[in-house]
Each structure stands twice: as C-alpha cells, then as structure tokens.
C-alpha cells in the first residue's frame, strides 16, 4: 500500500522528506506507559512502508529508548529514511538533569546518538531547548564542527525564538525549526513563519493536532493514564476543556462536509499553510497513522481553507500548553 505522500524540501537546505513525518515520542514516554516495543518497532516500519521517510526522536525521550527503538525499527532502511534526534538536556545516570548545550557535552551526546542510532551521521540534529547559559553561537559553531566533520548532516532548532534563530543561522545555516503549530496553537504565525520563510529554514510543527485535542477522540470528560503529560497541561483543565470545544466543533463541521475526519483537516490545514512546512503527528496505532497520512488527500479551496483560518482566529484558546516548569523552558 504505497502513499501519495509526495515530499516536501525543508526550506533552501536540500533535505527532501516525506511531506508528513511520524513523531516517535509517545511511543516512550509522554503518554502514559510505553508502547508494546514489538508493536511500535512494526508501526515505524508500516510507516515505511506506507512512504513516511521522517522520523523524529530524542535524546531525552526515555532517557535514550527512543533512540534505540528507531535503531532497532530503522535498520533495514539506512539511506532510505531521515532520523532526526535533539540534544540539549543533561543526563546524570540516565535522569535528566536540565538543559545543557555546551558545546563539549553536544559533542559528546552526538557521538553518544550515533553509537545508539547506529549511523555514520546524524541526519537533522535539532537543539532541543535553547540553553539560557550558553549563547546559540557557540551552539550553532559546535554543530558547524560536527557538519565539517562528517557527523551530522542538517542542524536544527527547536522552539527558539526569531532573535536567536537569526543568531544561529548566521553561525551555522539553521535547516529547520521544530516547534508547536496547530490550530490549537497559532502563536508562530506572528513573527516566527516570516523569519523562517525570509531565511529560507523549513518548519516541522510538533504536535500538529494539539496532542489528541484536533482528534476529536477527547473531550473535559477523558482521564488521561498515569504518566500522561496531559494530566498537567492547563488547557487540558476541564473547566478550559470546556472552552476550547468551540474549536473543535469548527473542525469538525469541516470535517463532516469533507466527510474525513478532524484530524485529518487539522493536518491538511498545516500543509495549506507553507510549503516548507512538515508535521509530524505522532501515533501509536496503525488505524491512526493511515488516517493521518491521508490528510494529504484533503483538497481545500483557498476560500476554504480561509474561512477556516478566519474562523479559527475568532475562537480564544484557554489555558497554557505547558505546566509552569515546562514554559520556562520556552525561548522568547
């Protein structure tokens, strides 16, 4: 079963993908236990199969099973697909620690990946948060050391702000930019999409459909299991659950006169929006990641995908999309 994925470049870089990627988070951590390792290592190579050639993980995400689990799940597929993995958070017997992008320790750590990844290169290295104590030039300089070297292909960021996307990218060209972009979360319209499409970086937008809100799947009803950073999202609250159903209705009343399903008009929408733009939802289950692929078969009219836009910009979101200790993290 071969998609009509079709492919998209990653801003002026070169670095060609499949125009959705799969985001391999949750399939460790973030959602409540992991996934059955057998399962998911089957579901990477159903994407695969399926034309998904971009896979994202971390360093952090486990600490370190992610990684291993692509390993395992990517090896009969070297030089077919592109892995991309973040450093940027500290380790002290296998816990995170905090941030830490100094340039020695993201030396280290990129060794440390490809051990794990077993690969000769890393293909898109991101930083994963920007680290207050360490300037994004120096950042950006190590990761120019380690393109001249021959370990890693593309550097990316992910949620940096414009100021220091531009400091970065005049070290080092910035490939991409992963940060949050949905309709659930519209913030980089305003400054952050101008900056990438001026400087020629492409956008891989993380949870593209508002970590299972767009899905229509949940609503102020759902508990979420033990372990699942929804528990402590304060727009997961179910007083603003409440709220922001009036987004979800949008979606889905677009949905039910496509006849798809809100998902996957949350996706096309992304995809509307810039041509360097490539989301990675993230997904557990087969049904789920071939519903997501067909968001690429959602035709839109530009009047539609308007109206949509207009209407979704009328409709205020309650509750930040982090906890407190996670917005600190955030580069502004």
């Given at each position: ?56 993980t971390a360093q952090v995400y486990g600490p370190f099973a992610n990684e291993e689990l692509l390993s ?261």
């Open positions: 079963m071969k998609s009509k994925l079709g492919t998209r470049k990653l801003g002026n870089s070169g670095l060609e993908v499949s125009s959705l990627g799969l985001g391999c988070m949750g399939m460790t951590m973030g959602y409540g236990p992991a996934g059955d390792r057998k399962d998911m290592i089957k579901l990477i190579r159903d994407a695969v199969e399926r034309g998904v050639t971009f896979f994202d395992e799940a990517l090896a009969p597929f070297k030089g077919e697909v592109v892995i991309a993995t973040k450093f940027g958070f500290n380790f002290e017997n296998g816990v995170s620690t905090g941030l830490n992008s100094r340039p020695e320790y993201i030396k280290k750590m990129a060794e440390e990946s490809l051990k794990r990844l077993k690969i000769d290169a890393l293909d898109l290295y991101y930083q994963h948060r920007v680290d207050p104590n360490v300037a994004i030039e120096d950042v950006a300089g190590a990761v120019k050391d380690l393109i001249q070297e021959g370990k890693v292909k593309y550097f990316g960021l992910s949620e940096a702000s414009a100021k220091n996307i531009r400091k970065a990218h005049a070290v080092q060209p910035v490939t991409a930019l992963q940060s949050e972009y949905s309709l659930f979360w519209r913030e980089p319209e305003d400054v952050i999409i101008p900056t990438l499409e001026e400087l020629g970086i492409g956008f891989v937008p993380f949870s593209p459909l508002g970590k299972g809100f767009l899905t229509g799947k949940i609503d102020s009803a759902t508990l979420f299991p033990e372990g699942d950073i929804r528990n402590t999202i304060p727009r997961f609250q179910e007083e603003a659950m409440q709220h922001n159903m009036a987004l979800l209705e949008l979606v889905k009343s677009m949905a039910e006169n496509k006849n798809v399903s809100p998902a996957q008009i949350a996706l096309a929408w992304l995809l509307e929006q810039k041509p360097f733009i490539v989301p990675i939802p993230g997904t557990r289950k087969l049904e789920r990641l071939e519903e997501n692929l067909g968001a690429v078969d959602v035709q839109f009219t530009t009047d539609e995908v308007k109206k949509l836009t207009e209407a979704a910009s009328k409709i205020k979101v309650v509750g930040d999309r982090y906890n407190e200790a996670g917005m600190k993290t955030i580069d502004r």
